[in-house]
């Protein structure tokens, strides 16, 4: 039997779930995995320590009885979790109280993407998304850090668009000095296919990425590059809480969106819980901290003690870090936020 749906201290109700299946990553993003810090030697979670799919499966089912109707698999990297077609098809069986199919996606870089795309949508996956900075080889390998050519992430996205994982979007972190240059490129690129771009400012995630205000490309200024040249015009918004603002191209040629997390907040609307890889939640991106799950869910005890659980913390939720940063002119809190690697985009 269903639970009532969730709202936190702000109204907010409980609507999306992301969930990292992994930490590690087969990229060193200068954005997320800068290379100086997560090196050869950087010790990653034991494989003991990862929720197994059943944990994954468990929790989800938990959290669509509190009102969660999309889940999202996040990392590091997802698809190198081993076997992940059959954590997709254990979560496609889930339904929501009304009897409608979970809403399942995916955030990858899309270097495996090409091999796995049928076997993921055959799985019940609805929805792809593609981290892809840069359609200039030299800037695309310059920012993943690991010299990744951008061909097979293009293949890789190809092969989800045949697979019908789409709309597929596409995600280009904009930082100022070492892509930003590319905006008007990418958006020439995809516009009058059936890919949604969307640019996404340089955020603050975690501690190690040596964020600065400066690096930070507005949306409003991106907007204004692509106005000047591939005319919009606004979209309204598909549902409450999306976190891009949708512009479509005047002639028809497709749409793009912007995520403005710096200078745009959406804290107000955020609907968006967070598992890491080994199963703490995490009612922000920018979170210091996280409630350990997993301990409730290897201590034998029933599913009643982990609906609870999670209905305590949703309920007694504040965040809204984006809102707070905005009002101090922009400067990172000075603590320890969880890095996006561990807890998932």
């Known amino acids: ?12 109700p409980l609507r999306d779930l992301r969930i990292s299946v992994t930490d590690r990553c087969n990229f060193r993003c200068v954005y997320c995995m800068p290379k100086e810090v997560f090196g050869r030697d ?3 979670l034991p494989r003991a320590e990862l929720l197994t799919f059943e944990e994954i499966v468990r929790l989800a089912r938990i959290a669509v009885r509190h009102g969660v109707e999309k889940v999202r698999l996040t990392g590091g990297e997802p698809l190198l979790r081993k076997n992940l077609p059959a954590l997709v098809a254990a979560l496609a069986e889930l339904r929501t109280p009304t009897g409608a199919a979970l809403d399942i996606a995916l955030t990858t870089n899309g270097s495996l993407l090409e091999r796995m795309a049928p076997a993921l949508a055959d799985a019940g996956l609805q929805r792809v998304t593609v981290s892809l900075d840069s359609l200039d080889d030299a800037t695309f390998m310059a920012m993943n850090d690991v010299t990744f050519p951008v061909a097979t992430v293009l293949r890789g996205i190809d092969a989800a668009v045949a697979a019908g994982l789409g709309p597929v979007k596409l995600n280009m972190v904009v930082k100022r000095g070492h892509n930003d240059h590319d905006v008007v490129a990418m958006a020439r690129h995809f516009k009058g296919t059936p890919m949604v771009l969307r640019f996404i400012e340089y955020m603050d995630v975690g501690a190690t ?13 991106i907007v204004a590059r692509l106005q000047a040249e591939l005319p919009l015009e606004p979209v309204a918004a598909h549902a409450p809480g999306e976190t891009a603002v949708r512009y479509r191209y005047r002639d028809g040629g497709g749409e793009i969106g912007v995520i403005s997390s710096v200078t745009g907040a959406f804290c107000h609307a955020c609907s968006r819980a967070r598992i890491s890889t080994d199963g703490k939640l995490f009612t922000c991106l920018f979170a210091s901290g996280g409630t350990d799950l997993r301990a409730l869910l290897r201590d034998g005890g029933p599913d009643s003690r982990l609906e609870a659980a999670l209905a305590g913390i949703w309920r007694a939720r504040t965040d809204r870090y984006s809102e707070q940063r905005a009002g101090a002119t922009g400067r990172p ?9 561990y807890i998932g985009g």
Do not use: C, I, K, Y
């Not at 809190?333 to 890095?339: A, I, L, S, T, Y």
């Open 209 to 221: 990425n040596g964020w600065r205000m400066d690096q930070v490309v507005p949306s409003a200024e």
């Open 333 to 341: 809190r000075p603590d320890g936020r969880v890095e996006m690697s």
């Open 42 to 44: 950087h010790a990653f």
């Open 1 to 12: 039997m269903a639970v009532p749906s969730l709202a936190d201290t702000l109204g907010r």
